[in-house]
């Protein structure tokens, strides 16, 4: 008899992959769908690279029944996808696209057919442009129209899923819309992005509220749950000089505690806020806003793991020029001047969007957050490695992505082993789709999209190796 390798993963662990509705659907306008801000954005000259926009994508909602199949192949046994608020409601509210609702049934049925849980994000970017049009997460009109479309998900699709999120990643549709001007809306003033974010929250914690209530009507399983999902960045000092320190220590405030603790404490953190009130005048709450936030802790945290970042005090640099070309070292110093900046550590090593490898950082930055919030169910939301993959004889031998995922299924396991209650891993992406700035060059999946080949799906060799994972739990990879 031959013991089958054992791991630390429960029986139940949810074993998935992860996409997002702009980057993979493509079906721009197709059967009523609305605009949505990254539709409009994209095709402004000189915002992504070379010009590449989400119109066709993977062409996913032509095709889902064939992606699903994939995925059923692979093993599955979850899938974390995003629904397009302007797909349901074009105009952002009021008239809702039942060919929308449609589609998102299709899909989740078809996913149900083949024992693949469903995990909805209901909002990875693509605020509907009319909302936009208004003022977006400036306007606390958008947190009553996100509100009313949430429950318009839990009516249509509550019967039948049990796992959803609200948000993904605030660092980066804030930071990069409102600090940067990098994403829609393009705007570069803290004042206007802090008070965008605290709306953010509270939409969040309205969502949240809302599907307390529908559990208790039955709208949505009595075993749901509804979390958030932020972008997991440990940072660590560059050196152990008390400029550098303190400068991480900013860091850790500004890009992790500001986003995390609204969710799962229900508040800010005081010195932070009121640092940004006395400089900026923001973020101004609303009457309602402090219980809001209080009463709506979320269930579960997602967190999305790429890299960690070297933090160095910041004199100087005020700088916002990022690698979008996968041309190593071809992006600036990074930072926010009198605050802090990432550097790069030339003992580390980097993917070719300078990005670093650091595996160990998944169970690390999950056990400073426990730490923090105390015991959270954590799902891994994201995790990937952005490559340009090989083709050799034909074949996608992605072997660079095998090892990064298999090292950090193994810090997600120890992370486990440390007492962390990691429910779900997720990597991003199922299948080779849009990168926000970086085209579709930047590849992420499991599945190659042949683009010179009618959008055809081919099997890369990662998509087998994570079929092995699977079966064996976690065990073999
Ligand atoms: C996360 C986003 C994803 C995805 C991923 C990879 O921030 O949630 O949508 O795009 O990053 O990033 P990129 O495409 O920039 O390499």
């Not at 909302?131 to 429950?151: C, H, M, N, P």
């Not at 802790?297 to 960690?308: A, E, L, P």
Request: glycine content about 8%.
């Amino acid at each position: 008899m031959t013991n089958k390798p054992t791991s630390a993963f429960p029986d139940d662990f949810l074993w998935g992959a992860a996409t997002a509705a702009y980057q993979v659907e493509g079906g721009h306008d197709a059967d009523g769908k609305g605009p949505s801000i990254w539709d409009i954005y994209s095709h402004l000259p000189g915002t992504t690279h070379a010009g590449t926009n989400g119109d066709v994508a993977a062409d996913h909602y032509h095709r889902f029944k064939e992606d699903v199949a994939l995925m059923a192949e692979a093993g599955l046994t979850s899938y974390r996808f995003s629904i397009s608020w302007p797909r349901l409601l074009p105009q952002g509210r009021g008239t809702v696209n039942q060919a929308g609702i449609q589609f998102y049934s299709d899909l989740i049925d078809e996913l149900l057919k083949h024992n693949i849980k469903p995990m909805i994000t209901l909002y990875h970017w693509d605020l509907p442009q009319a909302l936009q049009d208004i003022g977006g997460w400036e306007s606390r009109v958008t947190v009553e129209a996100f509100e009313e479309y949430a429950k318009l998900c839990y009516q249509a699709f509550g019967d039948r899923v049990e796992l959803w999120s609200t948000f993904n990643e605030t660092l980066i549709f804030i930071g990069m819309g409102y600090f940067t001007a990098t994403h829609p809306p393009g705007i570069s003033d803290p004042k206007r992005g802090l008070q965008a974010c605290h709306h953010v929250f509270v939409a969040h914690a309205k969502a949240v509220q809302a599907f307390r209530q529908y559990q208790q009507f039955g709208t949505v399983p009595s075993n749901g749950q509804i979390g958030f999902v932020n972008v997991m960045q440990p940072h660590d000092p560059i050196s152990d000089s008390s400029e550098d320190v303190a400068a991480c220590n900013m860091a850790d405030d500004l890009l992790t505690h500001w986003l995390y603790d609204p969710v799962l404490k229900g508040e800010y953190p005081t010195h932070i806020l009121n640092l940004a009130q006395a400089t900026w005048g923001a973020p101004v709450f609303a009457e309602e806003d402090e219980m809001l936030l209080k009463d709506n802790i979320c269930d579960f945290i997602g967190v999305n793991y790429y890299k960690r970042e070297w933090i160095a005090a910041n004199p100087d640099v005020e700088n916002t020029k990022i690698n979008t070309t996968g041309e190593k070292g071809s992006g600036q110093e990074f930072g926010f001047k009198g605050l802090f900046k990432f550097v790069r550590n030339p003992n580390s090593t980097y993917t070719d969007w300078d990005w670093e490898i650091y595996p160990e950082g998944l169970c690390v930055g999950m056990m400073r957050l426990k730490e923090r919030y105390g015991d959270i169910p954590f799902y891994i939301t994201e995790n990937g490695l952005g490559a340009k993959d090989p083709i050799i004889d034909g074949e996608i031998v992605d072997q660079p992505r095998i090892e990064y995922l298999s090292s950090h299924i193994a810090a997600a396991e120890s992370a486990i082993k440390q007492g962390v209650d990691v429910r779900g891993y997720y990597p991003w992406s199922f299948i080779d789709l849009l990168s926000w700035l970086n085209g579709y060059q930047k590849q992420y999946g499991f599945v190659y999209v042949d683009r010179d080949n009618h959008l055809n799906r081919r099997r890369k060799k990662s998509f087998f190796w994570y079929q092995d994972v699977i079966k064996s739990n976690g065990a073999v990879r």
